[in-house]
Structures are given as structure tokens and as C-alpha cells.
């Protein structure tokens, strides 16, 4: 089955107050490209977060993307309720000793201002919400996984489609070949004609000469490559493992075939299905590189 690079996965997991949100989005790369966003507190796990995506995704621009929404409460900002206290009786009694006007509104935001009234934590992690965290990253490159081989499947159905379209246009070029032969003889011997009426020719020296001609035009040699390179890509898009290099470099070589095919033709309705041969490759090379 192929894969495609596009994707998207999510997952959320919940651990206490905190709801941690996994997204991951991926396009097509000659690489893997990965990017990974997380919240501070998680930074040890981005190592490796990094090595199971490289694992799973192999290649790919990547983006993954790491929040952490915490509840309201958890959020407040610890005030040291004893240091505070002592601050603002000693403000009082200051501004009692001293007759000063003592305003609660004016002297409460200077005191938060004060050392030590601010308690500075250190927040621990406990191990089970970084496994909680590489659980949802687990969960999510599946999720993207998943969209790839959905992806994978619109791909494959089309390529094979303009594969097939390939050998029907190939089958219809059999019609103008003998009708080709017949044009290059009419054309040779309308053109000995018109140097002068007088000139006999040699029929066995005609003959060979325009046998030779046709040989150089011979097209049977690119059919037949055209239709082994065709079965090689059918066969390669049912094998199990990442294809998308190796299918487009068998495009190459279909291209190589239908290019020589063209140059060789020497017949209108035969170009005509060339050209038409080579849009279908265009589309197929297009979709060859965004597969894995």
C-alpha cells in the first residue's frame, strides 16, 4: 500500500489540571524535515520525541506542535502569606509613628513588589506526566499514519488509472503503423518523381532504401520498453515498503520511452497520442512526489 507525505494527526490527554494537545501536520520532502514546538517544562523529552517520529515517519516536512493548557487556579501566582503580613504591619506601623496617611489601595501593590513576598517554585514533573505526554505524541503520529495510508490509497487508485491510460494510448498507435510505412514509401517515391520524370529507379535499391528508412523509424523497441517499464511501476506500487523514489525514477524511464516514441513517429495522429501519453506522465510524476 502507499503512503502519501500529507497528513495530519491529534490527540489530547488529560493529567490533574493540565490538558495536554498534540497536533502534528507533515508535507512532501525529499527528507524528513522535522520541527517540534513544546512548552519548557518538557524539554527533556524532545530527544526522544525527535527519534520515535524519525522512526515512524521516515520522511517528510513535518510540524509538531506541543501545548499545555493548565486550570485558572493552578496558574495563581503563590504569594508567601507570613512575608506579606510582616511587610504590612511594619508599614503601618511606620506610617502611624510618623503620622502618614496609610492607604491599603496604594501600599498593597508595592508590597508584592518586595522580596521574598513572591514565592518562586520550581515546578516538578512527575515521570508519569512525561509518559502521559509521549503517550499523546504516540497518539498522534498514529493518527497522522493513518491519514497517510487514506491518502495513500486516493494516490495509488490514480496512478494506476494513468498507468493503464498509458498502455490503452499505446495501443492506439498500432493502427497507425502500417498506415505509417505506406506514407514514408509514397513520400520517398513522390519526391524521386519530382527531380525528373525520367529517372528510372532501381525497385530492389528503392526498396532497400526505404526498409532502412523505416528501420531508423522503427518504434516496436520503445513499446516494448514502455510496456515492461508500465508493469514495473504496477508491481512496485503493491510492494510493502517506502516506494516514492523508486516509482519516480521508473517515470523517468517511461518518459525516455515516450520521448524517443514522439521523435520516431513521423505520423500526426501518432504525436497526437504521444502528446496525450506525456500529460498522463506529467500528472503521474506530479503524484509520485508525495508519496513515501
Same mark, same amino acid.
Given at each position: 500500500?502507499?503512503? @502519501? ?24 520532502? %525529499?527528507?524528513? $524535515? ?10 527533556? +523529552? ?16 513535518? $510540524? ?8 485558572? !487556579? ?7 502569606? @507570613? ?19 496609610? *492607604? ?8 508584592? %513588589? ?9 515546578? &516538578? ?11 499523546? #505524541? ?26 493503464? +491510460? ?10 497507425? !503503423? ?10 520517398? =517515391? ?8 525520367? /529517372?528510372?529507379? $532501381? ?11 523505416? !528501420? ?9 520498453? +514502455?510496456?515492461?517499464? #508500465? ?9 510493502? &515498503? ?20 514522439? =521523435? ?19 500528472? /503521474?510524476?506530479?503524484?509520485?512526489? *508525495?508519496? +513515501?
Amino acid at each position: 500500500m502507499l503512503l @502519501s507525505m500529507t497528513g495530519y494527526g491529534k490527540a489530547e490527554r488529560v493529567f490533574g489540571n493540565k490538558k495536554i494537545v498534540v497536533e502534528v501536520r507533515s508535507l512532501n520532502s %525529499r527528507q524528513l $524535515d522535522f520541527n517540534l514546538r513544546l512548552p519548557a517544562i518538557y524539554r527533556e +523529552l524532545e530527544m526522544e520525541i525527535r527519534t520515535r517520529a524519525a522512526k515512524e515517519l521516515e520522511r517528510g516536512k513535518v $510540524d509538531m506542535s506541543i501545548t499545555l493548557e493548565e486550570a485558572a !487556579e493552578s496558574q495563581a501566582i503563590p504569594i508567601n502569606d @507570613s512575608v506579606f503580613m510582616a511587610y504590612y504591619r511594619q508599614l503601618i506601623d511606620i506610617a502611624s509613628k510618623n503620622s502618614i496617611n496609610f *492607604n491599603p489601595a496604594e501600599v498593597v501593590p508595592a508590597i508584592l %513588589r518586595l522580596p521574598e513576598v513572591i514565592r518562586a517554585q520550581k515546578e &516538578e514533573i512527575a515521570p508519569e506526566e512525561l509518559e502521559t505526554v509521549l503517550e499523546a #505524541c504516540a497518539e498522534a503520529l498514529n493518527a497522522l499514519i493513518q491519514f497517510r495510508k487514506q491518502e495513500g490509497a486516493i494516490l495509488e487508485r490514480d496512478l494506476l488509472g494513468r498507468v493503464n +491510460l498509458i498502455l490503452e494510448y499505446l495501443q492506439r498507435v498500432k493502427p497507425y !503503423e502500417k498506415q505509417r510505412i505506406l506514407d514514408v514509401r509514397k513520400r520517398i =517515391s513522390d519526391s524521386l518523381k519530382q527531380i525528373d520524370a525520367d /529517372i528510372k529507379v $532501381d525497385d530492389n535499391r528503392f526498396e532497400q532504401e526505404v526498409i532502412y528508412y523505416l !528501420e531508423k523509424l522503427d518504434i516496436t523497441e520503445e513499446k516494448v520498453r +514502455l510496456q515492461q517499464h #508500465c508493469s514495473y511501476f504496477t508491481e512496485t506500487v503493491n510492494q510493502p &515498503e517506502s516506494v516514492g523514489r523508486k516509482l519516480g525514477f521508473i517515470a523517468q524511464e517511461m518518459g525516455r520511452e515516450i520521448n524517443t516514441l514522439g =521523435s520516431k513517429a513521423n505520423h500526426a495522429e501518432i504525436q497526437k497520442i504521444v502528446v496525450m501519453m506525456k500529460d498522463e506522465l506529467e500528472k /503521474i510524476k506530479e503524484q509520485s512526489l *508525495n508519496i +513515501l
